[in-house]
């Protein structure tokens, strides 16, 4: 018997939590933030306890486990990938358990930057696990976990599959197939094979674009978005601010690439991009680190700014703010907080879309109206998505083909969708797919 606990993610996007409970033990998948509950908290301040976390709905509601008695039966917590609504909440939440964090090098990477900002400390061991590798959780039972290589918009991000004596787990948050990335190894089709045919007793996998008829585009796409406008226009003597996701190291190598095309200094503006690009830097998987400037601290943003601001056809400036998050660079600049002055005819890129939460919105239609009484060129979603689309759900659903599914991340709309694919791909409601919200136990035997 195999009892699936959904915690977080399953009435939101944000809040990723799930747990995994044999018999003799428990695993987590994902611990991560709401991130509209701490919007411009990165930027300008940290509420470094789990107490002020909870108090802001920022973190997945694992009091849960308390309840049901599961606390002190969790033996490891998994990550599959470095997004904060995914490993966020981690810091916090961790020191509950007596067990292990696994995650990729990069994702682990990440979590130790987020704790040193923080001035976190936590007694659970850290584990990396590297794409394609495996471990062995040891509880009552012991555990394989594979993290299997995954594309996204990340770097190592990743599938987890965790071998249970009832049949394989499958926990697929967060992905696209992508056979042509900008950076890593495409999707290891070949061992979702395999595990298909060891048997994939449940698959919980990302329905936030099932909603939606299309297979997502490949990271190259983006790439060819950005060349175009940034090789199609004449920005000759313009500014140009390109603002995109911190954690996206692919991007922001397409984003070098160009740069140094178009002989532009390249700096990289903000706290956020400060994080992710030394995390990479660690585990040797940022090519461009000695062709970018990186400014975090205040005094040396505005250094940067200065120089930029009065050289603009020298520089492409890379800033925090895609979401219009204030405190972040780009909202500063905007407000006229920092010194580099919007003029007309500046290039203003966001090579990012807009999550679509109300505050994401309000504060990206405030940007924007701020940024034109400038008379700057807005060039918006230069962007492909990091998450697959319903026709990628199909795919992932023949190439796995799990006696069950469990539709995640997402509101009840987005899950809904992922289950009228399933249905009409042959699957049964309450059968074997099954929408669920925060806090319900779904019993597989």
Known sequence: M?????????????????????KEDTILFDAGLYLPAVVGVQEREKIPTEKGMRSLGALPDDLYLDKKGLRNKVRGILVSHAHL??????????PRYNAEVLGTPFTTEVLKALMEDNKIKIKNQIKSVKPNGSYTIKGKKNYKVEFINMTHSTIQSTMIAVHTPE??????????????????????????????KIGI???????LYAQDDRKTPSEKIAR??????????????SGIIITTFSSHIARLKSITDFGKKLNRKIILLGRSLGKYTSAAERIGKLPFRNEVEVGTYRHQVERLLRKANNN???YLIVCTGHQGEPGAILDRISRKKLPYQVSSDDHIIFSSKTIPTPINIANKNDLDIRLKKSHARLFDNVHVSGHGG???????LKLTNPEHFIPSHGDLPKLKAGLDLAVEMGYKKNYNVHILSNGKKLTLK
């Open 312 to 314: 603009k056809k020298d």
């Open 85 to 94: 609504d995914h490993v966020g909440a981690v810091q916090y939440l961790a």
């Open 167 to 196: 049949g394989v787990i499958l926990y697929a948050n967060d992905y696209k197939f992508d056979n042509t990335p900008v950076m890593g190894e495409k999707p290891n089709y070949k061992r979702l094979k395999e595990l298909s």
């Open 224 to 237: 060819g978005l950005l060349e175009d406008v940034l090789f199609t226009t004449d920005n000759r003597k």
């Open 201 to 207: 007793k449940a698959l919980i996998a990302d329905c």
């Open 390 to 396: 319903r026709e990628d759900l199909r795919d992932l």
């Open 2 to 22: 195999i009892n699936i606990h959904t915690i977080g993610g399953y009435n939101e996007v944000g809040k990723n939590m799930t747990a995994l409970e044999t």
